[in-house]
């Protein structure tokens, strides 16, 4: 007959053996001599750990806060993994254009909050604060006319407060406010109440428009444009000081069509016998030439003088912008190229110094400066007729790609480089 030994807990020996008492168990019926066996021997050596001696509640409540973080680590792992399958890495430096995507990601963060800080969930994306709450704003399907709803945040501005400024923006009455003065104006009447960085989103949502109609003509973008060398000039006078304060005038004759320097004259005076012998400095440097001449209305240009000469060679002097739209414009760009590119980087002395800086610049301007305007020609070479798809660049392309080929073949390839 098998006899079935029952194996006790090992507390309930330890407890037995201390007390000395055979009846502290009576309930379980323990054999008396296994009792006496557990007073009388000595208690072996029980291997244990410091955990299993912790009280029940101790326990459960540890084993809450694994749990609660078993949970989290889960839901952060699925949100990550699923924002990744979404949008790739590195959220934070991509542009997110699809909305339904937004909203699939927003629907899954605020779902993953019940378990886990809306902050630990953000900085595990690498997603700022600032954006959620703007796709939040965006994936929303309010019917408000600002997404931001007033029940939420009662201080807001209203829709009523919108349409008032919306109206004062766009009031005729006030067109000829600036939007700066409107938004003070609106504030001393106590119409609004708002800051002014507030006053300028609304307006620029709203697409607020002033209700401003030009009457005068825009000026033309374009200057005016000649169709060949001669016909076209353009004659002013600029001021530059040498370094002792005195003044220098340059004056200069540009031709339209080819931007070439035609004739320049740099002196302490101006006036119309300077003007006039420049003009006839132009007309020798150019042969049966008969162009409508363009300045603006100063006195060194428009004076009878100047009147006379051109009487004399039945020319006609332009005054830009009075007997034309156009402006001045091509010779003014001559002089501001001439003056930041070149002279000002320059010590000017004096007169001397001035005039030798002026005809150096005058001489590259002509002959050696290639310019867009001009298909890649020289003024001098468009003002001589010359075809810019004949222009002799000086580049055997086929010996110079095999000179960077074999110069980038002598470099030593580095450990990185798979070369």
């Known amino acids: 007959m098998n006899h079935t030994y029952k194996t006790y807990d090992h507390r309930i020996k330890i407890l037995v053996h201390q007390s000395k008492n055979p009846n502290l168990f009576s309930d379980l019926n323990i054999p008396k001599s296994t009792i006496r066996t557990w007073i009388k021997k000595p208690l072996s050596n029980i291997v244990t750990h410091p955990s299993l001696d912790k009280p029940d509640k101790e326990l459960i409540a540890e084993n809450s806060i694994l749990r609660k973080k078993l949970i989290e680590n889960t839901t952060l792992s699925n949100i990550a993994i699923f ?20 909203k699939t990601l927003i629907s899954k963060i605020k779902e993953s ?18 954006r959620f709450k703007f796709w939040s704003k ?18 807001k501005i209203s829709s009523d407060e919108v349409h008032s400024i919306v109206s004062i923006a766009s009031d005729k009455k006030y067109s000829h406010f600036s939007l700066t003065s409107l938004f003070l104006y609106s504030k ?5 109440n708002l800051s002014i960085s507030s006053w300028f989103r609304i307006i620029k949502t709203n697409d ?15 200057g005016i444009r000649a169709l060949k060398p001669n016909q076209i000039w353009h004659l002013d006078l600029s001021i530059i ?66 009147h006379e000469y051109l009487q004399t060679i039945k020319a006609k002097l332009t005054i830009a912008g009075i007997d034309i739209d156009y402006s001045n414009s091509m010779i003014e760009s001559f002089f501001h190229r001439l003056k930041n590119r070149y002279l000002y980087s320059l010590n000017l002395k004096d007169l001397k110094a001035v005039k030798k800086y002026v005809d150096f610049f005058v001489e590259e301007q002509n002959n050696r400066i290639p310019m867009l305007g001009l298909g890649g020609l020289t003024p001098f070479e468009a003002f001589n007729g010359e075809d810019p ?31």
């Open 83 to 102: 924002t990744f399958r979404l949008f790739g890495f590195q959220i934070q430096f991509r542009k997110l254009k699809d909305l339904e995507s937004k």
């Open 113 to 130: 909050t019940q378990t886990i800080p809306l902050k630990d969930i953000l900085e595990t994306l690498s997603l700022s604060p600032q």
């Open 138 to 155: 965006e994936s929303t399907d309010c019917k408000l006319e600002e997404k931001t709803c007033q029940k939420l945040r009662p201080t």
């Open 188 to 192: 001393r009447q106590g119409w609004i």
């Open 208 to 222: 607020v428009q002033r209700g401003l109609k030009r009457k005068y003509k825009l000026k033309n973008r374009q």
């Open 241 to 306: 000081k040498t370094i002792t304060g005195q003044r220098i005038y340059i004056q200069a004759i540009i031709d339209n069509f080819s931007r070439i320097i035609l004739a320049h004259h740099v002196s302490t005076r101006y006036g119309g016998k300077s003007t006039t012998g420049l003009i006839k400095q132009a007309f020798e440097n150019s042969q049966n030439a008969n162009p409508q001449i363009i300045t603006d209305g100063g006195s060194e240009n428009d004076n009878h003088q100047v």
């Open 389 to 419: 798809s004949e222009v002799n660049i000086k580049v055997d392309i086929q010996k110079m790609r095999e000179q960077r080929i074999a110069q980038n073949d002598k470099i030593t390839a580095c450990s990185i480089c798979p070369c």
